[in-house]
């Protein structure tokens, strides 16, 4: 877990870096920042829990940890939609970047997807308001990450892969 949190980690360093909104890219840099420190505090707790043995103590503070992860990395996805709706510039030609911006990119589409079919199929109130109990949510990044099987979460690989793990690789 605590090593998927550094990939999350690596996302949203990639995806800082290529907002176009500052204040959205700082956003995303601290999100990924705080993600950062809480998994490898994470990693910190699960290897002195192994070398330790069972304690109360010890499995109530790697849940904790765990969890405060969980909501690290869903604040890391939340600021990556927000930079991805302000806008992403061109990627480098680094394939963990490529790989990044089409994740983002097949995001968007869904996005945009949704948005069209709720216009154009909305039951609206009085006032020209959507009622809530038929709209259905919007497609969130965690959303897409979790629709996928976990073989099948890779973003189709870059041409000329490199040896080792890609940013997506990992299960998020």
């Known amino acids: 877990i605590a090593s998927d949190g550094q990939a999350v980690v690596k996302f949203g360093h990639i995806l800082a870096k290529q907002c ?5 890219s700082l956003e995303l840099l601290r999100a990924s920042e705080h993600t950062h420190t809480i998994s490898s505090q ?3 707790v699960a290897r002195v829990k192994a070398v330790t043995g069972e304690s109360k103590a010890s499995s109530e503070l790697l849940l904790s940890n765990t969890q405060n992860l969980v909501r690290a990395v869903q604040h890391v996805l939340r600021a990556a939609e927000a930079a991805c709706v302000k806008g992403l510039g061109q990627p480098s030609p680094d394939p963990e970047e490529e790989e990044v911006a089409a994740f983002c990119l097949q995001w968007r ?3 945009s997807c949704h948005r069209a079919k709720e216009a ?11 009622k809530t109990q038929e709209a259905k949510a919007e497609p969130t990044l965690m ?5 996928q099987p976990p073989q099948t979460r890779n973003i189709p690989k870059h041409p000329n892969p490199r040896k080792g793990h890609t940013v997506m690789d990992r299960h998020l």
């Open 143 to 147: 959303a897409l990450v979790q629709e």
């Open 120 to 130: 154009l199929n909305s039951k609206r109130d009085e006032l020209g308001l959507r």
């Open 109 to 111: 589409k869904n996005l």
């Open 20 to 24: 176009l909104d500052q204040r959205c």
């Open 42 to 44: 994470l990693g910190i």
